[in-house]
């Protein structure tokens, strides 16, 4: 099972919008609705910031939110906030194998 | 409070073994499925293994790459879930961390973690 393709960075300044794109098969991200997305910043647990594709937990901002195009998620982080700089993974369910993560990508708020 | 708590982290020689644990507090540990994920310095996330709840019969899963050297196990008296490390490899070496899989509509995805435990292989 291959890793999710995630780009290796993305910026942007205070109030601005960014997109994570996480790119995977019909095997995982495309067979499935069971997309997550986890913010780690340096030294710390992963933390789920969105599950089942679009879906926040109790707690986190409605800055943060989630889609899905065929084999590809994203997670869109509005109104950049300095707190937000971070390591964000994706991560799908595929089946039988049962978990693949992406590679992550390291936010920079300018 | 919900925490998973890791320990058993170390150094250890290629070849040899290791036996980490979690301890779980806070939940009802025998409905939820429990993960072990780890993460190379410098590196991202990879899944390496997974218990199933009660109502699974606790029935393990793991990653290719540990597959035959990495054993699961829980003792429901004590909360805890074990991985039994057998065999190590120098690309073994990283932060391991315990992660609960959710219930009901978070079933599906990780929603608490472990701090994490550094395991070093190297001679």
Redesign the interface.
């Known amino acids: ?1 291959s ?1 999710l393709t995630q780009p290796r960075s993305v910026s942007g300044s205070p109030g601005q919008s960014v997109t994570i794109s996480c790119t995977g098969t019909s095997s995982d991200v495309g067979g ?1 609705n ?1 997309v ?1 997305w ?1 913010q780690q910043h340096p030294g710390k ?4 910031m969105i ?2 594709v679009n ?1 926040r ?1 109790s707690g986190v901002p409605d800055r943060f939110s989630g889609s899905k195009s065929g084999n590809t998620a994203s997670l869109t982080i509005s109104g950049l906030q300095a707190e937000d700089e971070a390591d964000y ?1 994706c ?1 799908s ?1 595929a089946g039988s ?8 990508t390291k936010l920079t708020v300018l | 409070e919900v925490q998973l708590v890791e320990s058993g982290g170390g150094l250890v020689q290629p070849g040899g073994s290791l036996r980490l644990s979690c301890a779980a507090s806070g939940f009802t540990f025998s409905d939820h499925y429990m993960d072990w994920v780890r993460q190379a310095p410098g590196k991202g996330l990879e899944w390496v293994g997974r218990s199933r709840n009660k109502a699974n019969s606790y029935m393990t899963e793991y990653a290719a790459s540990v597959k035959g050297r990495f054993t699961t196990s829980r003792d429901g008296s004590k909360n805890s879930l074990y991985l039994q490390m057998n065999s190590l490899k120098t690309e073994d070496t990283a932060v391991y961390y315990c992660a609960r899989e959710g219930v009901g509509a978070m079933r599906l995805a990780f929603d608490i973690w472990g701090q994490g435990t550094m395991v070093t292989v190297s001679s």
């Open positions: 099972q890793a499935y069971y997550s986890y647990a992963p933390k789920v599950y089942d879906k937990p993974y991560c369910y194998y049962p978990w693949v993560f992406g590679g992550g």
